[in-house]
């Protein structure tokens, strides 16, 4: 039986924290959501949670390292 590592909750990122991991605004953070670009846990309609490692591999991915490029 194979079992996959489910982050627990204290794991997750607020948006803020990982905009500050990622030194982008929570805005762009947000937008991202928004587009599609990153993976969220979404706990209730304004509440969203995030794994740190899904979103990097998600923006490395799309062609956006972690450096902090708030670009599209």
């Known amino acids: 039986m194979i079992f996959t590592k489910e982050p627990a909750m ?3 990122l607020k948006t803020k924290d990982l905009a500050r991991r990622l ?6 953070i947000r937008r991202w959501v928004r587009r599609g670009l990153i993976p969220v846990l979404r706990i209730s309609p304004k ?3 995030f794994d740190l490692a899904e979103v990097v591999r998600a923006l490395q ?12």
Do not use: K
């Open 10 to 12: 204290q794991d997750l």
């Open 23 to 28: 030194q982008v605004q929570p805005d762009t």
């Open 47 to 49: 509440v969203m949670r």
């Open 61 to 72: 991915g799309h062609g956006r390292g972690t450096d902090g490029g708030g670009a599209p």
